[in-house]
């Protein structure tokens, strides 16, 4: 039985094109009372015939396959309704959001094997299109990033040339000049590789067929006063089409960016592998490259390509020859409902999904529908009937929205059914993420159920939107078109669905369309609406933790934690292989969860604080290398950082008293409630040669004992190799006392202390802010003891004990959850130095230290130091006075900062040990300490002139080996200054 409308008919797919440009439909209507019982006709939403313009003439007028007079598009429709291009006026597709370079693509970011054999070139953040990465001369992405806005202006002033006017020959030659111009700049970046795969040039294989196909004729510019807004438009786009079939690559497509994806986004996440993907659509001859495990159905190959272009989006793998598939280790199974008519029954798509069904599909596209519906009444009886209904909790149902510009005003009755939770409705939208003219819509329509409208049940609560105007697919026979539709936003949702299902294969249906749902970016209205449903489909954000503060991590022993803001602070915390190393996290997903498997890289906290605090590092770290120059008393350059203000308060005999204050590091981010510089006191008797001294500031240059290391920096663990174990202790509350043994020998110990609120002032505003949420104070204390012995004039050695206490750190290193390390650690390090004058005023400085750290255990439970970290630290200055006249001075520096020799943590937490399953268990890693050396070479420069009333400077600092880990001190840097006093 069939469903009749006024005149019983069966429609031709191919009679419902709204517009080569837009996926097709048939006009059927949902019926009535009178013939109910009987079947309705389905139709795919299929793409074009004509791809820009024209009339569809083969479906003007008279169309009586069965009987009756139907005209299927209700008189003469223009494919652009009229005079519009294919986005909704006069735009040319690649000027602004068309560009299928427009965001951060980077389609071929990651390890890509498939590219260019085993060797992985697009490995890192390299724009495949830029630089010699290329496979061919010049650079493509620049290439379309200069002639997009070129054409943009061309197509603008082509566009307002009255063809009627006397100056419309010399406008039209301007065009031909422009014209020409853009195709030598085409010939520059992609002739070398035409020629060398056709063995022809650009213009007899590109450009000749391209003019031909539109009717220009450069030779005679009266010719492009044929062509329409939308032709174009159309033509740019086959001109970019073309070009970008000579590269070698997959071809980049404007939809990624607009949905967040990229091959290696794909490739990280397992790229569908093992995911059963049911295709119910039109069979398509075998395609080698796709992963087409079996196809079903009664009819053969009908020379249609829609179920060829619906596949490619879900699945076309990696292999630099077309389209990319969102999911391309997915395999696909397929089942053809549609007849030579082009057109289905609801009877055909049943046991077509009960096939699906039974060939364990976990998702399921279908572009097609009933026209002037955006979800048909008809599909309860679908998902009610037997045959589906025992196996439909297994399988997401993706749905293609239809392409009549429909709103649906009515409900569905879901009574027979219930369900909807795996049940996905997509709609299509433009390159500005615009809804499509032609896309249809949810409205206000509900599931409902015994007559009720439950939460979650509405068509908008199950509706998302993707891109589905000129998408690049395969037109079934090896060559690539583009069409437009619902048909081709609902395969990029698939290919989503099989991407969450592959990564998490314990997730059942509902909780994958949950994922979808809750990830997909709003558009229109705030919230959920009935134009755009959940919004728009967002790839790379249903890969992500869905809220990253409701993440929890799981103890070896199955205990639950909450990891709030996880990340560390990386001190000098330094991994042989920190992108190998990883932790994991979870986020509860309705009854079940989703892991994160998330490297050490990505919770580095500077990779994020960078961008708050960059400029104020930079300007600190300029500042203090080029506040060099002081000069001592006698008017000589010095190189030391703290010009101290003293006032003496009292004497007594030989005991002398006084107060002091001198500048604070500029390293040292100070809060707004504290002191910008430093303070102290220092009793002293100088002859008898004791000392007490005590304050607040740099504890670590107050207890050094060599004066030629004068400078924040020398004792910085970062950038300095003078008992860096001391300068974690630095900047808050220190004392210390000295006193001479011997004549030759002198003694001094004390205690400093550090705590840091892990705070950042911003730039500018001066606005404080926490460096992490969750992240508490640091706190650490030294004790240190040193001896110095004069072997002569001129030559000191010194040899000092430091005991570094850090109660809520590692090395500096801090973190939250799992990477936790209150408890704190214990450093004992020993550092030997020496000094020495030598001739032609030269004076040597070295000092070399060592460390051992170890711990009694850290406060996350997750953590321990399975083998006590060793450490080193040296560096050895060279100081000239008098270069140049007696003013001035030159300092030479090797430095090795402190480095990790040697030491393990382990890590233990639960981690999934079945993938299909989620089954935990508890896992233990050993992340080995160290990393590569870090080396650098320092020079710097100051001169005293006019008593001391004025001074420059000059220094830079370059990286002679080092880590990456630590880029922020790598490189060169350099600096200079010129002060003058008034």
Not at 629 to 656: C, I, P, Q
Not at 684 to 700: K, S, T, V
Not at 794 to 812: A, C, I, K
Request: with cysteine; hydrophobic share 40%.
């Amino acid at each position: 039985m069939k469903k009749f409308l006024q005149t019983t008919v069966a429609l031709s797919a191919l009679a419902c094109v709204i517009t080569p440009m837009t996926a097709s439909t048939a006009f059927a209507d949902g019926g009535s009372e009178e013939n109910a019982g009987e079947q309705t006709f389905l139709f795919a939403y299929h793409g074009d015939i004509n791809p820009f313009y024209g009339d569809i003439s083969p479906f003007y007028g008279d169309i009586n396959p069965f009987h009756g007079d139907i005209n299927p598009f209700r008189g003469d429709i223009n494919p652009f309704y009229g005079d519009i291009s294919p986005f909704w006026g006069d735009i040319s597709p690649f000027w602004g959001d068309i560009n299928p370079f427009h965001g951060d693509i980077n389609p071929f970011y990651g390890d890509i094997s498939p590219f260019w054999g085993d060797i992985s070139p697009f490995y890192g953040d390299i724009d495949p299109f830029y630089g010699d990465i290329n496979p061919f001369y010049g650079d493509i992405a620049p290439f379309w990033g200069d002639i997009g806005p070129f054409w943009g202006d061309i197509n603008a002033f082509w566009g307002d040339i009255d063809p009627f006017s006397e100056t419309a020959a010399d406008d039209y030659q301007s065009v031909v000049n422009h014209l020409l111009e853009i195709f030598a700049q085409a010939d520059a970046v992609f002739g070398a590789s035409v020629e060398h795969q056709t063995g022809q040039s650009l213009e007899e294989v590109v450009l000749a067929d391209l003019l031909a196909k539109y009717g220009l004729d450069l030779s005679n510019p009266e010719s492009l006063s044929e062509l329409s807004a939308a032709d174009r438009s159309a033509f740019f786009l086959d001109f970019y089409d073309g070009l970008m079939g000579y590269t070698g690559l997959d071809r980049v497509d404007h939809w990624m960016p607009h949905v967040n994806w990229t091959p290696a986004l794909s490739q990280a996440a397992g790229a569908g592998e093992g995911v059963v993907v049911g295709l119910l659509d039109f069979s398509f001859t075998a395609d080698e490259a796709l992963n087409v495990r079996r196809s079903a159905g009664e009819r053969d190959y009908l020379n249609f390509n829609h179920g060829a272009a619906v596949a490619g989006l879900i699945n076309a793998p990696l292999d630099g020859k077309g389209v990319m598939g969102i999911a391309p280790g997915a395999m696909l199974v397929t089942y053809n409902p549609f007849d030579e008519t082009l057109s289905t029954n609801f009877d055909a798509v049943t046991t077509g999904l009960e096939t699906l069904l039974q060939s364990n599909a976990r998702v399921i596209n279908m572009s097609l529908g009933v026209p002037g519906t955006t979800f048909s009444q008809e599909w309860a009886d679908v998902f009610s009937s037997d045959r589906v209904a025992r196996f439909s909790r297994q399988a997401l149902f993706v749905v293609a929205a239809g392409n009549d510009g429909h709103t649906q005003t009515f409900d569905v009755d879901w009574s027979s059914v219930g369900n909807v939770s795996n049940l996905i409705i997509v709609g299509s939208v433009d390159p500005a993420s615009n809804i499509s003219f032609f896309s249809n819509r949810p409205g206000e329509a509900c599931f409902t159920v015994n007559g009720r409208c439950t939460e979650g049940n509405r068509l908008m609560d199950r509706f998302l939107v993707a891109p589905g105007e000129l998408i690049m697919v395969s037109d079934g026979e090896g060559g690539f078109v583009r069409q437009s539709g619902t048909s081709f936003a609902a395969p990029l949702v698939s290919g989503a669905a099989a991407l969450v299902q592959g990564r998490w294969g314990w997730l059942q249906s509902n909780d994958v369309a949950d994922v979808l749902l809750r990830s997909a970016r709003d558009l229109g209205e705030p919230g959920t609406d009935a134009v755009y449903g959940r919004g728009m489909l967002d790839i790379g954000a249903a890969m992500s933790p869905l809220d990253a503060d409701s993440l929890y991590f799981v103890t070896g022993d199955m205990g639950r934690q909450s990891a709030g803001a996880i990340a560390y602070s990386r001190g000098r915390l330094t991994f042989h292989s920190r992108d190998e190393n990883s932790v994991v996290l979870f986020e509860d997903i309705n009854d079940t969860f989703r892991d994160f498997v998330v490297s050490l890289d990505d919770l580095n906290i500077e990779m994020t604080q960078e961008e708050l605090d960059a400029s104020l590092d930079a300007e600190a770290y300029l500042l203090e290398r080029n506040n060099l120059a002081d000069s001592d008393r006698d008017g000589t350059a010095d190189f030391r950082d703290t010009t101290e203000f003293a006032v003496a308060m009292s004497a007594r005999g030989n005991l002398r008293v006084s107060a002091f204050a001198s500048t604070l590091d500029p390293q040292d981010r100070v809060g707004n409630d504290e002191l910008g510089f430093q303070v102290g006191v220092r009793i002293a008797d100088d002859q008898a040669g004791r000392e007490l001294r005590f304050g607040h500031g740099e504890g670590a240059l107050a207890l050094s004992a060599q004066e030629g290391f004068g400078l924040f920096s020398d004792h910085r663990p970062e950038t300095g190799g003078v008992n860096p174990v001391l300068g974690f202790a630095s900047g808050g509350v220190y004392g210390m006392a000295g006193y001479e043994v011997s004549e030759n020998t002198r003694v001094t110990f004390g205690a400093t202390t550090s705590h840091d609120e892990q705070t950042t002032i911003l730039p500018y505003s001066g606005e404080e802010r926490s460096v992490a949420p969750g992240l508490g104070a640091y706190d650490a204390a030294a004790f240190s003891l040193t001896a110095t012995h004069t072997v002569r004039d001129g030559l000191d050695l010194n040899v000092s004990y430091t005991l570094l206490r850090e109660d809520t750190g590692f090395l500096g290193a801090q973190g939250t959850g799992p990477l936790d390390f209150s408890g704190g650690a214990l450093t004992d390090a020993a550092t030997f130095g020496v000094s020495a004058a030598l001739p032609m005023q030269l004076n040597f400085d070295a000092s070399a230290t060592v460390g051992r750290t170890r711990t009694g255990g850290f406060g996350s439970e997750t953590l321990s130091l399975s083998e006590d970290a060793i450490s080193s630290a040296f560096q050895v200055t060279m100081t000239r006075q008098g270069v140049f006249n007696g003013r001035d001075a030159l300092r030479f520096s090797v430095i090795q900062p402190l480095h990790i020799e040697s030491g393990a943590l382990q890590y233990s937490t639960a981690r999934i040990a079945d993938r299909e399953t989620g089954k935990m268990t508890a896992s233990t890693e050993t992340w080995r300490l160290g990393g590569e050396r870090p080396l650098y070479a320092e020079a710097m420069y100051g001169n005293t002139l006019f008593d001391g009333l004025a001074g420059f400077s000059l220094y830079s600092r370059v990286e002679l080996a080092g880590d990456s880990q630590y880029e922020d001190f790598s490189g060169v840097t350099a600096g200079g200054r010129l002060t003058l006093e008034f």
